[in-house]
């Protein structure tokens, strides 16, 4: 992680990030983040992901959409802190979960299926200690059970 301590409108753009992460399960796109943070062009929004991409204090998982993760995370007193993402067993683990998952939606006969495998690999992230991860887990099942 970079010691350069965010700026105010990037620790904004962090805690956009975190927050959307934490409601949704998957990153925001960055015309998500254009309107969330009234910003005037994606463009901008690219720079701005980039500068904190540089710094360290995001990063992108692939080069696939909505694949950013936070870094540092931003608490309450505006200051960055590291993040849980910097485990990279952590991050590898509930990387391997989510493939499993996005493997048995393409081979699953029903949905019912999809959803106990869901819930196994969620609990077993509870059990793990890794919490947040266990929920993005299930808001994805949730997203895939609705048809999202």
Do not use: C
Not at 45 to 62: F, P, Q, S, T
């Amino acid at each position: 992680m970079s010691n350069i301590r965010p700026t105010k409108k990037q620790r904004e753009l962090l805690s956009f990030i975190e927050q959307f992460i934490n409601e949704h399960g998957y990153s925001p796109s960055y015309r998500e983040v254009m309107n969330g943070l009234n910003y005037n062009s994606v463009a901008t929004v690219a720079l701005h992901i980039n500068n904190l991409i540089a710094r360290g204090h995001l990063r992108k998982r692939d080069h696939s959409a909505r694949s950013l993760e936070v870094v540092t995370r931003v608490d309450a007193g505006g200051s960055a802190t590291a993040g849980p993402s910097d485990d990279g067993h952590e991050n590898w683990l509930f990387d391997r979960m989510t493939d499993h998952l996005e493997g048995r939606v393409r081979s699953a006969k029903t949905v019912e299926e999809v959803i106990a495998d869901g819930q196994i690999l969620a609990e077993a992230l509870v059990l793990l200690g890794y919490g947040d991860q266990a929920r993005s887990l299930q808001r994805q099942v949730e997203a895939y059970a609705a048809g999202d």
